[in-house]
């Protein structure tokens, strides 16, 4: 396979590429699990389809840096050879063990959301550019430190300001326990914004702790600077109206939530590459797969997962 600024229009290639490696290294993993061993034998898979991925998205940045191509033309490649890569490594690891239910949709989310993330590692606007998250510790030692300063400051006596200290004591005790990560999956800025983005492939019906995460993470970025951060919850399958925890998360005030079609419209008004019109494009998962992968999933049930 040669590494040049068309292989972006040669998924069949790609595709050969990627099973006849896959072919090779099967018969390494076989010769060190046994048939029983499957759970084992498709981990090895796995990780043996992800190396020769990053391998080949390696050799390609390169390329793309040697030969200065533009970020419209290196982030379509980047796509496709993720695309082709998570074909392969869906039929090999179904041959080992076949899926069900939670393990695949599991998959789909690690297949779509580093999709979404490529747009912004590789942004066509240029614009765009990651930031660094802040850390809960020091949010909470800046807010510390201004309502001490402001009790402080207060016409009250030193009892009095030692109770109230007291108390807002016992509030950051009820949270930090456990710290609060507020890292997301994506943190970009753009004009001025900073923008706080969580990638769903679905949100399910047992989502509670997930959705407290959110609120609170989101409440603190509210807390740090309101009219700088800008939360978005973007999600792949198209909106629920009888998900009690997406409807939460909507009316909350604190995330903006696309769902489907919006959610890549997001995408594209961000990062100035069109995902949407790339998807539908090549993205043909049900003529991607072989024949046994997609009676199985069909057989299944879980065709659904791949209607992106």
């Given amino acids: 396979m040669i590494i040049d600024n068309q292989i972006g229009s040669k998924k069949a290639e790609i595709l050969a590429y990627f ?4 072919a090779e290294r099967v018969v390494d993993i076989d010769a060190t699990f046994g048939a029983a061993q499957s759970k084992k034998r498709a981990s090895a ?22 030969e200065s191509w533009s970020n419209s033309t290196t982030l379509p490649i980047i796509l496709l050879v993720q695309y082709c890569s998570s074909v392969v490594m869906i039929e090999g690891r ?7 239910y939670m393990d695949f949709s599991r998959r789909v989310g690690e297949i779509w959301e580093p999709l979404c993330k490529k747009c912004f590692d590789l942004p066509v606007n240029s614009n765009v550019t990651y930031y660094v998250p802040p850390l809960f510790d020091n949010v909470k ?17 030193d009892v009095e300001k030692e109770s109230l200290l007291r108390y807002y004591s016992q509030v950051w ?7 609060v990560n507020l890292a997301t999956d994506i943190h970009v800025v753009a ?33 740090i600077e309101p009219e700088n951060y800008d939360c978005l919850l973007l999600v792949r399958s198209t909106e629920d109206s009888n998900n009690s925890y997406l409807k939460t998360l909507k009316n909350s005030g604190l995330w903006r939530v696309s769902c489907g079609t919006e959610a890549y419209e997001q995408i594209g008004l961000l990062s100035g590459f069109n995902l949407r019109a790339w998807v539908e494009a090549n993205v043909e998962w049900t003529e991607d797969l072989n024949d046994a992968t997609v009676r199985h999933l069909r057989d299944e049930s879980l065709l659904t997962y791949l209607d992106w």
């Fill in 141 to 157: 030692r800046r807010l510390t430190e201004e309502v001490e300063n402001f009790i402080q400051g207060l016409n009250l006596s």
């Fill in 191 to 223: 004009a001025d914004t900073r923008y706080v983005i969580e990638l769903k492939t679905g949100f399910g019906s047992n989502e509670k702790g997930n959705l407290n995460r959110l609120l609170l993470v989101a409440s603190v970025y509210r807390t």
């Fill in 173 to 179: 005790q009820l949270v930090s326990p456990g710290e």
């Fill in 45 to 66: 898979f796995n990780r043996a389809i992800a190396e020769e991925r990053d391998r080949i998205l390696a050799l390609i940045l390169q390329a793309a840096l040697r």
């Fill in 19 to 22: 099973r006849s490696r896959a």
């Fill in 94 to 100: 179904n041959a080992i063990r076949p899926y069900e």
